[in-house]
T-cell receptor
Framework: SQKIEQNSEALNIQEGKTATLTCNYTNYSPAYLQWYRQDPGRGPVFLLLIRENEKEKRKERLKVTFDTTLKQSLFHITASQPADSATYLC????????????FGKGTMLLVSP | DADVTQTPRNRITKTGKRIMLECSQT?????MYWYRQDPGLGLRLIYY???????NKGEISDGYSVSRQAQAKFSLSLESAIPNQTALYFCATSDHRRANSYEQFFGPGTRLTVL
């Protein structure tokens, strides 16, 4: 069966460090992968999209990698700040016409001052 | 004004009642979605609509129905609410008519409690 796995345990890091979150998937051939940020009680907000033929994407302090051989995406936040504390969701679109997204359960990031 | 709005924001109802959750968007997007989010289960797709005449079931459509009244409006109904439909419900939109534009834009959510 298809699975998207994100670490269910919260990631605790100190301000200024780099946070790295993992998204692993099985039995998918995604056309692209997206990362979203979700604050408690609020809707997810889109951060980055990376396509199957891209290895890396950057946006300001954010970097996403996509390894279709390992079936894994890594999401990095450099120089992390307490304001980065949130839950981060990865989402895949199957390789079938860019239809719907399937979301992982998310990983909570806590950045301490 | 918010681009994607949901009403009501909070609702408490009783088992067996019919409930409608409404979603409106001013983004002009063609696609609209309804998700529910439960602790430990993440976001799950209930229904989606690629345009006004196209409605599709998602992963967990049983017990729900939808109506796409116009491009900007997409309603979710619970015909006879049950307690395990207690969840946070999100509406989302996306625009697939523009190249390279696949992100989804979410509303603020409706917290539904079924007693």
């Amino acid at each position: 069966s298809q699975k998207i796995e994100q670490n269910s345990e919260a990631l605790n890091i100190q301000e200024g460090k780099t946070a790295t979150l993992t998204c692993n998937y099985t039995n998918y051939s995604p056309a692209y992968l997206q990362w979203y940020r979700q604050d408690p009680g609020r809707g997810p907000v889109f951060l980055l999209l990376i396509r199957e033929n891209e290895k890396e994407k950057r946006k300001e302090r954010l970097k996403v990698t996509f390894d279709t051989t390992l079936k894994q995406s890594l999401f990095h936040i450099t120089a992390s700040q307490p304001a980065d504390s949130a839950t981060y969701l990865c989402a895949l679109a199957p390789n079938s016409g860019y239809s719907t997204l399937t979301f992982g359960k998310g990983t909570m990031l806590l950045v301490s001052p | 004004d918010a681009d994607v709005t949901q009403t009501p924001r909070n609702r408490i109802t009783k088992t067996g009642k019919r409930i409608m959750l409404e979603c409106s968007q001013t983004k002009g997007h063609d696609r609209m979605y309804w998700y529910r989010q439960d602790p430990g289960l993440g976001l799950r797709l209930i229904y989606y609509s690629f345009d006004v005449k196209d409605i599709n079931k998602g992963e967990i459509s049983d017990g729900y129905s939808v109506s796409r009244q116009a491009q900007a409006k997409f309603s979710l109904s619970l015909e006879s609410a049950i307690p395990n439909q207690t969840a946070l419900y999100f509406c989302a939109t996306s625009d697939h008519r523009r190249a390279n534009s696949y992100e989804q834009f979410f509303g603020p959510g409706t917290r539904l409690t079924v007693l």
